[in-house]
């Protein structure tokens, strides 16, 4: 007994490619009245089948075209379909809409739909970005604010910082150079000054005369030091 072929619906338009290959195989292989029957051009459509990771630098599909059929993703497919009447916008899934329209329309109108769908989805995102980009460089930068202040002359400069040397702040032009310069002078010099608790300027310099001068501050000993040293 024979066994009930197994069947499969195609469209018309693939029907009608399918005959044209039918009547091409039969003019290339069959010399007078012989034919060809739908199965054996199916069997040779099958037999000359080259895989899609072989085809890139042959006719045919492309590798990207490919890969950009097999990554469409849902709303890609759902705006294809909805201009294809033989394929549902809804109620499928990714995958069954992405066979039937490629049962409808073929791999490579498929791919050149899909290719289409993304320039117009990536020029939607330039305009939007573009739309919503930076009102204006200063809010760009930051908030519109700088670090300058007005002096008494009606000037703008730098607001001086200020840095702890001790029992007194100075301008803060270069920090790191300052305490180095200051504390150096303490260092180099300790046998020039000394520091009692018992007065209200407990600290002394000695001078270079021999002669003595009290101090209230470290800021003051520095600055005896660095005039006299």
């Known amino acids: 007994m024979f ?3 197994p069947e499969i619906e195609i469209t018309d338009t693939q029907q009608a490619d ?26 040779y459509l099958l037999d000359t089948y080259t895989p899609p990771d072989q085809l890139e630098g042959e006719q045919g599909l492309s590798r990207p075209d490919y890969e950009r059929i097999a990554s469409a993703e849902y709303p890609e ?8 009447s033989e394929v549902p916008g809804s109620g499928i899934d990714a995958d069954e809409m992405r066979g039937k329209l490629l049962s409808a329309l073929g791999t490579s109108e498929l791919a050149t739909r899909l290719a289409d769908v993304e320039s117009e989805t990536k ?19 930051g908030d519109g604010h700088d670090s300058t202040q007005t002096d008494t002359s009606g000037q703008a400069g730098p607001a001086p910082d200020t840095v702890e040397t001790g029992d007194a702040a100075e301008p803060n032009n270069a920090p790191g150079d300052t305490l180095s310069v200051a ?41 005896l030091l660095f005039q006299n040293y």
């Open 183 to 223: 504390n150096r002078l303490l260092t180099e010099h300790d046998e020039k000054w000394t520091r009692s608790d018992e007065t209200d300027e407990p600290y002394e310099v000695t001078l270079p005369d021999g002669s003595t001068v009290s101090a209230r501050t470290k800021d003051d000993v520095r600055k």
């Open 3 to 5: 066994e009930a072929m």
């Open 18 to 43: 399918l005959t044209a290959i039918q009547e091409d195989l039969e003019e290339a292989f069959i010399e007078t009245y012989g034919h060809i029957r739908t199965q054996d051009v199916v069997d």
């Open 123 to 141: 020029a939607d995102e330039g305009d939007e970005e573009g739309a919503t980009g930076p009102e204006n460089s200063a809010d760009a930068a």
């Open 77 to 84: 497919l759902q705006r294809i379909a909805s201009e294809v």
